[in-house]
């Protein structure tokens, strides 16, 4: 056989053995990441000129900026996010939580007009996760449509404390363990050895505090503004490798509480 019909051969059974999948590239790539796509609805939104986008997965967060919306003379656009399905602390799985937000900006000021969060779970794990943002209720707490936020009322306070409750009676030798919590567009983390801590405490649960700064890049931290909470880890698998919890904030001065699991 000459060397041109050998070619045109292996080329033939290449092509077969990648149409009946047994072997891939694609695939291969694939199973390496996933994605959640945000389809954000604007149509209920005036003269929205610029959004920051955040998506938190798999104990991991990504940040996007979205301008010249006006330009783009779209009631909607769709912001992807890609990330890697396992990393040093957790394989995403089916029904893992995640959240996508997505803040309404004054491109001058630089400060929050309102704003529009949704928790997902995750049906894909090696392929595209869709969530549609702007179209939702006003009767659930997280709505998915654009809520604004009180900014009147005067406090001289400047920090926001949100405390992170996490039952681990079901999950005593966890070891490591990540929490994140979100609140106005600025995250926190924290990872630790929760069967340390525990064998440490009188009790079962885990308590992470987290300080924020009350000023942010988008405007001050005001009551009403939802915040998130999400625990990672692969031994908390079954059910979740990864769980998320919301809540609106308290008045400014108080202590949040909020129970991850």
Same mark, same amino acid.
């Given at each position: 056989m000459q060397f041109h019909s050998k070619v045109l051969v292996s080329s033939v059974v290449f092509a077969l053995l990648i149409s009946f999948g047994l072997l891939s590239y694609n695939n291969t790539f694939a199973a390496e990441t996933f994605e959640i796509e945000a389809n954000i609805d604007l149509s209920e939104i005036q003269d929205s000129e610029k959004l920051k986008v955040i998506a938190f997965?798999? &104990?991991?967060?990504? +940040?996007? =900026? +979205? !301008? *010249?919306?006006?330009?783009?003379?779209?009631? %909607?656009? %769709? $912001? @992807? =996010?890609?990330? /890697?399905?396992?990393? !040093?602390?957790?394989?995403?799985? $089916?029904?893992?939580?995640?959240?996508?937000?997505?803040?309404?900006?004054? @491109?001058?000021?630089?400060?929050? *007009? %309102?704003?529009?969060?949704? /928790?997902?779970?995750?049906?894909?794990?090696?392929? *595209?996760?869709?969530?549609?943002?702007?179209?939702?209720? *006003?009767?659930?707490?997280?709505? &998915? %449509?654009?809520? @604004?936020?009180? /900014?009147? &009322?005067?406090?001289? +306070?400047? !920090?926001?404390?949100?405390n992170i409750l996490v039952p681990l009676s079901d999950r005593k030798? $966890?070891?490591n363990i990540k929490v994140t919590a979100m609140n106005k567009g600025e995250l926190r983390t924290k990872q630790v050895n929760a069967a340390d801590l525990l064998n440490n405490s009188n009790g079962d649960t885990i308590k992470f505090s987290f300080n924020f700064d009350r000023k942010t890049e988008i405007g001050q931290i005001q009551k009403g503004d939802l915040y998130f909470a999400c625990v990672s880890a692969d031994e908390l698998n079954p059910p979740e490798g990864t769980e998320c919890e919301h809540k609106l904030t308290k008045p400014i001065g108080r202590a949040n509480n909020l129970y991850a699991r």
């Open positions: 997965a798999n &104990g991991e967060f990504d +940040v996007k =900026f +979205v !301008d *010249k919306i006006q330009e783009m003379k779209s009631k %909607s656009i %769709s $912001v @992807p =996010f890609t990330f /890697e399905r396992t990393n !040093d602390l957790v394989t995403v799985g $089916v029904n893992d939580e995640y959240f996508v937000c997505a803040y309404d900006i004054k @491109p001058k000021a630089g400060t929050m *007009k %309102s704003y529009a969060c949704v /928790e997902g779970n995750i049906k894909n794990s090696d392929g *595209k996760n869709t969530i549609n943002i702007g179209s939702g209720t *006003k009767n659930t707490l997280s709505t &998915g %449509s654009f809520q @604004p936020v009180d /900014e009147a &009322g005067k406090s001289k +306070v400047k !920090d926001v404390i949100i030798n $966890v070891e």
